[in-house]
Every structure is written in C-alpha cells, then in structure tokens.
C-alpha cells in the first residue's frame, strides 16, 4: 500500500492564480482530511469529507474547495491565491468510525508558496 | 470549545535524558487524545493515543496517561536518543467526529 500520497511536493504561486493539491489514499478510508501548517499555529483543519459525495468546512475553509467523487481521491482547490495561503498542507484519512478515536494517516505534505 | 495547550519549544536534551512535554485540553463531552510526531521531511503518525480517562499510551518507549482531573496528557520519555529529534503534537479528536484539534507542536532536539 502507499498510504495517502499527495502531489506536487513544492510549488510556487503567483497572487491570484489557481490550482489543485492532490490527495490520493489506497486503504478505502471513509474520511479525509485536509490540514494546513503554519509556524507556531499547529495544524488547523480546512475541509474534510465523511464519504464519496460529501464534505463539509473546518476550522479555516476561505478560499479553499474540495470535492469528494470517489473514495480514493480528496483534491484542494485554490481559487485565487494569496500570500496569506502560503503553508504546508496535509492531508488525512482515517476509518470512519465517528467516535473520534480513530488514527489518522497523514501525506507527505505540499509546501506551497504564495508570491 | 475544543482546544490543547502545549509547551512552547524548542527543547534540547542530551542523549538519555528524561523528556516530559506538556499538554493540557479544554472539550466537550469525552474526547481522545493523541500524540502525533512528525520527523524531518515528512508528514505526521501517530506515536500514541488514549480514548478514556485513566488510560496509559506507550509506544517506542513513550507513555502518555489520560488525566481527565488535570484534563491533561503529558507525554514522557526515560531516555532519549538522537534518533527521537522530531516535532511532537498533542492532539484531541472531538467525539462524534475524526477531525483533530492540535496543539502548537513542540520541536525536540537531541544531541549526543
């Protein structure tokens, strides 16, 4: 299994573009998760989807979108990016048990930057 | 709400020492706690966890006890290595759901 895979690593962004973070995971999870990471902020929840077809807002939604079709895939859009968004993402999956004990298997993390 | 306090870093220990890092959460209703460690370069996994008061998580030689009375979760190691600089976060999971509330992090730094 890769676990959750997530892709580019890096990338670089000029204010007002757009794009999508992939978020792929292999162990048919029910829940997915994407965080961001911010020096001395810990990790703050952006969205996050319970299953294919729905998904709902955390801690920090602005700006962001997701989209859930099928159970693997959970992509973050940017619509018009700003150099408040510049971070590190994470995406999460866990079994979804929705007790709250779950174990969550993080990605690798993209490091975005927002010129 | 749901929140955790850590204690602020960075930390730097000498090879063997004893490590105790501190958190403390405010929730409602029963949460989970966690502690998730993050290595350079990579993403987060889990180190331990506790899903009711009382219990003990261990892993790798760190223990982290559910203290519902000090609403704590301080985690602790006897005897560190080099191989355990990372950063380390607390973390609650709110009941009825799997998002995670997570603390600041703290970086640990072990010289030999």
């Known amino acids: 299994n890769a676990g959750v895979t997530q892709t580019p690593k890096f990338q670089v962004l000029k204010t007002g573009q757009s794009m999508t973070l992939q978020c792929a995971q292999d162990m048919n999870h029910e829940y997915m998760s994407w965080y961001r990471q911010d020096p001395g902020m810990g990790l703050r929840l952006i969205h996050y989807s319970v299953g294919a077809g729905i998904t709902d807002q955390g801690e920090v939604p602005n700006g962001y979108n997701v989209s859930r079709s099928t159970t693997e895939d959970f992509p973050l859009r940017l619509l018009s990016a700003a150099p408040s968004q510049t971070s590190v993402y994470f995406c999460?999956?866990?079994?979804?048990?929705?007790?709250?004990?779950?174990?969550?298997?993080f990605g690798p993390g993209t490091r975005l930057t927002v010129l | 709400g749901n929140s955790v306090t850590q204690m602020e870093g960075p930390v730097t220990l000498s090879e063997e020492a004893f490590l105790t890092i501190n958190c403390t959460y405010t929730?409602?209703?029963?949460?989970?706690l966690f502690w998730y460690v993050q290595y350079p370069g990579e993403g987060l996994q889990l180190l331990l966890k506790?899903?009711?008061?009382?219990d003990k998580g261990s892993n790798k030689g760190f223990e982290a006890t559910y203290r519902k009375e000090t609403t704590s979760f301080h985690l602790e190691k006897g005897s560190v290595q080099v191989s355990d600089s990372a950063v380390y976060f607390c973390?609650?999971?709110?009941?009825?759901?799997?998002?995670?509330?997570f603390g600041t992090g703290t970086r640990l730094t072990v010289i030999p």
């Open positions: 506790a899903t009711k008061a009382d």
């Open positions: 999460a999956s866990s079994y979804s048990m929705g007790l709250g004990t779950d174990t969550q298997y």
């Open positions: 929730a409602t209703g029963y949460p989970s």
């Open positions: 973390a609650l999971g709110s009941t009825g759901a799997n998002n995670l509330f």
